[in-house]
């Protein structure tokens, strides 16, 4: 499969891809993953990214597009790939496009994952990530705890809160959101391409996902 997920921080997008690489051994591709790995490895890109992530902002287009140029071509992503975080903006869809048609691959859909704002605030604010930048498991406080201890329950690292997870910078991630990626939802639509998921349970949504996918 070679999807796009779309829906505001919060929205499961992370939890989504992971059930679809077991399905069918496509490779979770995630633009914050990719940049938290490199603000933890101090590299160059990450010092590049790091007061734009810890803000709730977004890190510019130019960087973003020279991560995925070369992800996508990486020998893992010709089993398909599941975009999570990116495309972000409307010239990082516009280079999407332009990306794929130079390595001639087809997205089958682009699915929009719909959860009202509550239920996203309440998500992000018990969440918590395995600090282990190879690692990053996610859990949440309520619904899928750490060990009493708060490691991660895979590779015994400490889970942490994200620095862009406190309420100002999730109120920031929001906004940011709403104003540059809502806008994708119509640029796919406009492409043909888009489905929009609105169940709260992930099985459920992943379920959807394949059904459309193999309609096709
Ligand atoms: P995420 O885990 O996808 O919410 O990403 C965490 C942070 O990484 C975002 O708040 C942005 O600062 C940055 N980021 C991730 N993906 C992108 C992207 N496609 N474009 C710009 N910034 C991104």
Redesign the pocket.
């Known amino acids: 499969m070679r999807i796009v997920l779309l829906g505001a921080?919060g929205a499961g997008?992370?939890t989504i891809a992971k059930l679809l690489n077991a399905h069918d051994g496509s490779v979770q591709i995630?633009?914050?993953?990719?940049?938290?790995g490199a603000v933890k490895a101090g590299s160059e890109m990450g010092k590049k990214?790091k007061g734009?992530?810890?803000?709730?902002?977004?890190?510019?287009?130019s960087?973003?597009m020279e991560i995925?140029e070369a992800r996508l071509q990486e020998p893992d992503a010709s089993k398909g790939f599941i975009l999570?975080?990116?495309?972000?903006?409307i010239p990082?869809a516009q280079d999407l496009k332009k990306l794929l048609d130079k390595l001639s691959i087809k997205l089958d859909v682009v699915i929009d994952i719909e959860v009202p704002k509550d239920v996203i605030l309440d998500r992000l604010t018990t969440r918590r990530t395995c600090s282990n930048a190879d690692c990053q498991e996610i859990y949440n406080v309520k619904s899928k705890p750490p060990s009493p201890e708060g490691k991660c329950l895979k590779c015994g690292s400490p889970t942490v809160q994200?620095a862009?997870e406190t309420t100002e910078?999730i109120t920031q991630?929001l906004e940011?959101y709403n104003e540059k990626t809502a806008p994708l939802i119509d640029f796919y639509k406009k492409e043909g391409f888009l489905k929009t998921v609105s169940s709260m349970n992930s099985d459920e949504i992943v379920q959807e996902i394949i059904r459309s996918v193999t309609k096709k």
């Not at 734009?52 to 287009?61: A, N, Q, S």
């Open positions: 921080p997008k992370g995630s633009t914050g993953d990719i940049l938290r990214a734009y992530m810890e803000r709730g902002e977004l890190v510019p287009d960087l973003i995925m999570d975080g990116f495309p972000r903006t990082q994200r862009d910078a991630r940011t």
